[in-house]
Protein backbone atom coordinates (compact mmCIF):
# COMPACT_ATOMS: atom_id res chain seq x y z
CA UNK A 1 0.00 0.00 0.00
CA UNK A 2 0.64 3.40 -0.32
CA UNK A 3 1.72 5.84 2.92
CA UNK A 4 0.62 8.97 0.67
CA UNK A 5 -3.46 9.19 1.18
CA UNK A 6 -3.70 6.65 3.42
CA UNK A 7 -5.36 7.09 7.18
CA UNK A 8 -3.64 5.72 9.79
CA UNK A 9 -3.69 4.92 13.53
CA UNK A 10 -0.46 5.04 15.45
CA UNK A 11 -0.61 3.88 19.71
CA UNK A 12 2.01 5.10 21.82
CA UNK A 13 2.45 8.09 19.52
CA UNK A 14 3.62 10.30 21.94
CA UNK A 15 6.90 10.09 22.33
CA UNK A 16 9.83 7.81 21.02
CA UNK A 17 8.98 5.77 18.33
CA UNK A 18 5.80 6.03 17.65
CA UNK A 19 5.69 10.08 17.48
CA UNK A 20 8.27 9.51 15.27
CA UNK A 21 5.35 7.04 12.94
CA UNK A 22 3.21 9.63 13.13
CA UNK A 23 5.65 12.46 12.36
CA UNK A 24 6.86 10.70 9.65
CA UNK A 25 3.47 9.76 8.29
CA UNK A 26 2.30 13.31 8.20
CA UNK A 27 5.17 14.07 6.32
CA UNK A 28 5.00 11.41 3.46
CA UNK A 29 1.32 12.56 3.06
CA UNK A 30 -1.42 10.55 4.87
CA UNK A 31 -4.53 11.93 4.46
CA UNK A 32 -4.91 11.81 8.12
CA UNK A 33 -3.18 10.25 11.53
CA UNK A 34 -4.85 9.39 14.49
CA UNK A 35 -2.11 9.91 17.23
CA UNK A 36 -3.17 8.04 20.09
CA UNK A 37 -1.82 8.05 23.89
CA UNK A 38 -2.81 7.26 27.35
CA UNK A 39 -2.11 10.78 28.01
CA UNK A 40 -3.29 12.53 25.00
CA UNK A 41 -2.25 15.60 26.15
CA UNK A 42 1.21 14.95 25.99
CA UNK A 43 0.90 14.28 22.02
CA UNK A 44 2.32 17.47 19.87
CA UNK A 45 1.89 16.75 16.44
CA UNK A 46 0.42 19.79 14.05
CA UNK A 47 -2.03 18.07 11.93
CA UNK A 48 -2.59 14.62 14.05
CA UNK A 49 -5.67 13.63 15.38
CA UNK A 50 -5.21 13.38 18.70
CA UNK A 51 -7.40 10.61 20.55
CA UNK A 52 -7.17 8.81 24.27
CA UNK A 53 -5.95 5.09 23.96
CA UNK A 54 -5.39 2.50 26.30
CA UNK A 55 -4.35 -0.48 25.08
CA UNK A 56 -4.77 -2.52 27.45
CA UNK A 57 -8.24 -1.35 28.46
CA UNK A 58 -10.96 -3.02 26.08
CA UNK A 59 -13.88 -0.38 26.24
CA UNK A 60 -10.85 2.25 25.25
CA UNK A 61 -9.83 0.28 22.77
CA UNK A 62 -13.56 0.19 21.16
CA UNK A 63 -13.85 3.81 21.44
CA UNK A 64 -10.69 4.36 19.77
CA UNK A 65 -12.19 2.32 17.06
CA UNK A 66 -15.58 3.88 16.82
CA UNK A 67 -13.70 7.45 16.64
CA UNK A 68 -11.74 6.25 13.58
CA UNK A 69 -13.90 3.69 11.37
CA UNK A 70 -11.63 5.38 8.39
CA UNK A 71 -8.49 3.46 9.25
CA UNK A 72 -6.50 1.79 6.30
CA UNK A 73 -3.04 1.54 8.83
CA UNK A 74 -2.91 0.45 11.80
CA UNK A 75 0.61 0.87 13.96
CA UNK A 76 0.91 -1.22 17.18
CA UNK A 77 3.67 0.60 18.35
CA UNK A 78 2.26 0.97 22.09
CA UNK A 79 4.26 -1.59 24.51
CA UNK A 80 6.20 -1.16 28.22
CA UNK A 81 9.42 -3.33 29.32
CA UNK A 82 9.36 -3.06 32.98
CA UNK A 83 13.17 -5.20 33.51
CA UNK A 84 11.75 -8.07 35.22
CA UNK A 85 12.78 -11.60 35.18
CA UNK A 86 10.35 -15.19 35.01
CA UNK A 87 11.63 -17.24 38.09
CA UNK A 88 11.90 -14.11 40.73
CA UNK A 89 9.99 -11.27 39.41
CA UNK A 90 6.41 -10.33 40.50
CA UNK A 91 4.16 -12.16 38.68
CA UNK A 92 1.26 -8.86 38.22
CA UNK A 93 4.46 -7.40 36.59
CA UNK A 94 4.77 -9.85 34.56
CA UNK A 95 1.31 -10.27 33.53
CA UNK A 96 1.31 -6.55 32.95
CA UNK A 97 3.36 -6.86 30.22
CA UNK A 98 1.96 -9.63 28.47
CA UNK A 99 -1.12 -7.53 28.66
CA UNK A 100 0.41 -4.26 27.36
CA UNK A 101 2.51 -6.18 24.53
CA UNK A 102 0.52 -9.36 23.76
CA UNK A 103 -3.04 -8.80 24.64
CA UNK A 104 -2.98 -4.97 24.12
CA UNK A 105 -1.94 -5.80 20.81
CA UNK A 106 -4.17 -8.31 20.11
CA UNK A 107 -7.17 -6.17 21.34
CA UNK A 108 -6.04 -3.38 18.64
CA UNK A 109 -6.18 -6.08 16.04
CA UNK A 110 -9.59 -7.35 16.86
CA UNK A 111 -11.37 -3.73 16.87
CA UNK A 112 -9.89 -2.79 13.29
CA UNK A 113 -9.65 -6.03 11.59
CA UNK A 114 -13.42 -5.12 10.34
CA UNK A 115 -12.34 -1.52 9.28
CA UNK A 116 -9.27 -2.50 7.28
CA UNK A 117 -11.16 -5.54 5.88
CA UNK A 118 -12.85 -2.67 3.57
CA UNK A 119 -9.71 -1.24 2.50
CA UNK A 120 -7.64 -4.09 2.66
CA UNK A 121 -5.26 -1.82 4.30
CA UNK A 122 -2.15 -3.09 6.27
CA UNK A 123 -0.97 -3.38 10.08
CA UNK A 124 2.72 -3.06 11.13
CA UNK A 125 3.17 -4.41 14.26
CA UNK A 126 6.67 -3.18 16.35
CA UNK A 127 8.12 -5.96 17.79
CA UNK A 128 11.61 -6.44 19.23
CA UNK A 129 15.10 -8.57 18.46
CA UNK A 130 13.63 -9.82 22.03
CA UNK A 131 11.33 -11.67 20.22
CA UNK A 132 14.05 -14.14 19.65
CA UNK A 133 16.25 -14.35 22.74
CA UNK A 134 15.94 -13.96 26.24
CA UNK A 135 17.98 -11.27 28.21
CA UNK A 136 18.46 -12.11 32.08
CA UNK A 137 17.29 -9.24 33.85
CA UNK A 138 14.71 -8.85 31.80
CA UNK A 139 12.66 -11.72 30.40
CA UNK A 140 9.14 -11.07 31.04
CA UNK A 141 9.32 -8.65 28.02
CA UNK A 142 11.57 -11.20 26.23
CA UNK A 143 8.64 -13.74 27.02
CA UNK A 144 5.90 -11.17 25.86
CA UNK A 145 7.75 -10.00 22.48
CA UNK A 146 8.05 -13.32 21.62
CA UNK A 147 4.11 -13.93 22.11
CA UNK A 148 3.44 -11.01 20.30
CA UNK A 149 5.49 -12.35 16.93
CA UNK A 150 3.52 -15.41 16.67
CA UNK A 151 0.60 -13.38 17.05
CA UNK A 152 2.06 -11.50 13.81
CA UNK A 153 2.65 -14.04 12.26
CA UNK A 154 -1.05 -15.59 13.42
CA UNK A 155 -3.17 -13.01 12.32
CA UNK A 156 -1.31 -12.23 8.77
CA UNK A 157 -2.59 -15.77 8.01
CA UNK A 158 -6.02 -15.02 9.53
CA UNK A 159 -6.00 -11.67 7.67
CA UNK A 160 -4.79 -12.76 4.30
CA UNK A 161 -8.45 -13.39 3.22
CA UNK A 162 -9.71 -9.35 3.07
CA UNK A 163 -6.28 -8.60 1.82
CA UNK A 164 -5.05 -7.43 5.35
CA UNK A 165 -0.87 -7.12 4.97
CA UNK A 166 0.73 -7.56 8.20
CA UNK A 167 4.19 -6.88 8.42
CA UNK A 168 6.59 -7.42 11.97
CA UNK A 169 8.95 -4.93 12.94
CA UNK A 170 11.99 -6.07 15.12
CA UNK A 171 14.91 -3.83 16.05
CA UNK A 172 17.48 -4.05 19.09
CA UNK A 173 17.95 -0.88 21.24
CA UNK A 174 16.42 2.68 20.26
CA UNK A 175 17.42 5.67 21.61
CA UNK A 176 14.12 6.15 23.50
CA UNK A 177 12.96 6.78 27.17
CA UNK A 178 12.52 3.33 27.70
CA UNK A 179 15.98 2.68 26.87
CA UNK A 180 17.57 5.42 29.77
CA UNK A 181 20.70 4.55 30.91
CA UNK A 182 21.73 1.76 28.29
CA UNK A 183 25.45 2.48 27.40
CA UNK A 184 25.45 0.62 24.43
CA UNK A 185 24.80 1.45 20.02
CA UNK A 186 21.46 2.61 20.05
CA UNK A 187 19.32 3.32 16.54
CA UNK A 188 17.46 6.23 15.80
CA UNK A 189 13.56 6.44 16.34
CA UNK A 190 13.37 8.23 13.06
CA UNK A 191 15.25 5.37 11.17
CA UNK A 192 12.79 2.90 12.92
CA UNK A 193 9.59 5.02 11.56
CA UNK A 194 11.41 5.21 8.23
CA UNK A 195 12.25 1.20 7.92
CA UNK A 196 8.73 0.20 9.27
CA UNK A 197 7.16 2.85 6.29
CA UNK A 198 9.43 1.86 3.34
CA UNK A 199 8.32 -2.19 4.43
CA UNK A 200 4.93 -1.32 4.48
CA UNK A 201 5.06 0.20 1.18
CA UNK A 202 6.85 -2.58 -0.42
CA UNK A 203 4.70 -4.90 0.64
CA UNK A 204 6.73 -6.87 3.26
CA UNK A 205 6.04 -9.31 6.01
CA UNK A 206 9.21 -8.58 8.11
CA UNK A 207 11.71 -5.47 8.56
CA UNK A 208 15.34 -6.21 9.81
CA UNK A 209 16.06 -2.66 11.49
CA UNK A 210 19.71 -2.91 12.35
CA UNK A 211 22.66 -5.18 12.44
CA UNK A 212 21.81 -6.83 15.77
CA UNK A 213 18.59 -8.29 14.42
CA UNK A 214 19.63 -9.69 11.55
CA UNK A 215 22.01 -11.34 13.62
CA UNK A 216 20.08 -12.48 16.47
CA UNK A 217 17.29 -13.79 13.36
CA UNK A 218 20.29 -15.73 11.68
CA UNK A 219 21.55 -17.50 14.89
CA UNK A 220 18.07 -19.07 15.10
CA UNK A 221 18.83 -21.74 12.34
CA UNK A 222 22.30 -22.72 15.01
CA UNK A 223 22.75 -24.32 18.21
CA UNK A 224 21.36 -21.95 21.09
CA UNK A 225 24.88 -22.75 22.46
CA UNK A 226 26.58 -20.55 20.46
CA UNK A 227 24.34 -17.63 21.01
CA UNK A 228 24.35 -18.13 24.70
CA UNK A 229 27.78 -18.18 25.35
CA UNK A 230 27.59 -16.57 28.88
CA UNK A 231 25.48 -20.17 29.93
CA UNK A 232 27.33 -22.62 27.87
CA UNK A 233 26.50 -25.43 29.97
CA UNK A 234 22.41 -24.39 30.00
CA UNK A 235 22.84 -26.44 26.46
Same mark, same amino acid.
Given at each position: ?31 ? =? ?8 ? =? ?26 ? =? ?55 ? +??? +? *? %? ?8 ? $??? $??? *? ?15 ? =? ?37 ? %? ?12 ? +? ?6 ? %? ?5 ? $??
Amino acid at each position: MKISGSIALVTGANRGIGRQFARQLLERGAKK =VYATARRPEL =VDLPGAEVLRLDITDPTSVRAAAEAAPD =VTLLVNNAGISTYTNLVTGDLDTIRREMDTNFYGTLHMVRAFAPVLGVSGGAILNIL +SAM +S *W %FSYDGANAYG $AAK $AAQ *WSLTNGIRLELAGQGTL =VTGLHLGAADTDMMAGYDGAMVDPADVARAGLDGIEAGR %FEVLVDDWSARVKA +SLAADPSL %FYTQVPS $AF
